[in-house]
Structure formats: structure tokens, C-alpha cells
């Protein structure tokens, strides 16, 4: 996917990278700057939430925490050729997936994002804004409700 930085590395296989997609004619820079400075907290909570542990993880698996400030975010926004672009859409893509499942955290993320508006109503429910996470081999994607 073009502009997702590409994790091949052990040292950054964990690193989360989010990439906010949108577009310019539906909404503005200024919410997506507030949206991508709320990210990298609410993405290092998914990823270091006991909430978010698949159901078959050792219960005595403890996985790494993530901070913060280990959250790479960036934008890309859709050119006007593209077809079809969603408002938002934020993919938060690991390496490794730590024994999280990866519906959970993507429902952790939405969970938040909505529950601290960060999307502007008119954006949220069926086909607008969305959240896709990629863990390891696996993903998971939905929009956000209203």
C-alpha cells in the first residue's frame, strides 16, 4: 500500500505505524492534524491493553507495552484522480501481533476515536470513515458508528 512504511526489520517488527487517509474535499487539515496528534496514545493502549489479548494467548503472557511516543503517524491524503476515497481512514499496521487479536483492537480504536469525536458526525456510520488494523498475518476492518 503506497505510503504505509514498510516493517521488515525485528527491531521494528512491534512498531506500530498508523496512516490517516482522507480526503481534502470532505474534511479538513486541521481535524486531521487533532485526529493524528490523538492517535498515538489511544494506538499504544490497544496494543498494551490486557482488553485486547486474543482468547487463546498463555494467560501468563505478558506483551510488551507500547508507549506513546513509539507510535509512528502520518497522513496521506487522496488525489483528486482517486475513486471513491473514504473521508478518514486510519490503518494501524505491526509487524507482529503480540498475541492481540486484532478485531479487539480495532474495536478498541474505534471505541475511542469515537467516543472522543475526533471524526465530525456527518463523517461517521456505513462506507465513511473507517478503521482497518493489520497485525502480523492478520486484519481487521469496520467504520466507525454513529
Not at 480526503?23 to 490523538?38: F, R
Not at 494501524?92 to 478485531?103: A, F, I, P
Request: hydrophobic share 40%.
Amino acid at each position: 500500500m503506497l505510503g504505509v512504511p514498510k516493517i521488515n526489520s525485528e527491531t521494528e517488527g512491534n512498531m506500530p505505524h498508523v496512516i490517516v487517509h482522507f480526503d481534502p474535499a470532505q474534511i479538513e487539515q486541521q481535524t486531521i492534524d487533532e485526529l493524528k496528534k490523538a492517535l498515538p496514545p489511544i494506538v499504544a493502549e490497544a496494543l498494551s491493553s490486557t482488553s485486547t489479548l486474543s482468547n487463546t494467548a498463555d494467560p501468563n503472557f505478558l506483551a510488551p507495552s507500547i508507549s506513546s511516543n513509539q507510535v509512528y503517524v502520518g497522513q496521506h491524503a487522496a488525489h483528486p484522480t482517486d475513486m471513491y476515497p473514504a473521508p478518514v481512514e486510519i490503518v494501524v499496521k505491526t509487524g507482529k501481533s503480540q498475541n492481540r487479536d486484532v478485531r479487539k483492537v480495532r474495536e478498541f480504536i474505534v471505541k475511542e476515536v469515537r467516543g472522543a469525536n475526533l471524526v465530525p458526525e456527518h463523517l461517521l456510520g456505513d462506507d465513511n470513515a473507517c478503521v482497518w488494523a493489520l497485525l502480523g498475518g492478520e486484519d481487521s476492518f469496520g467504520f466507525i458508528p454513529k
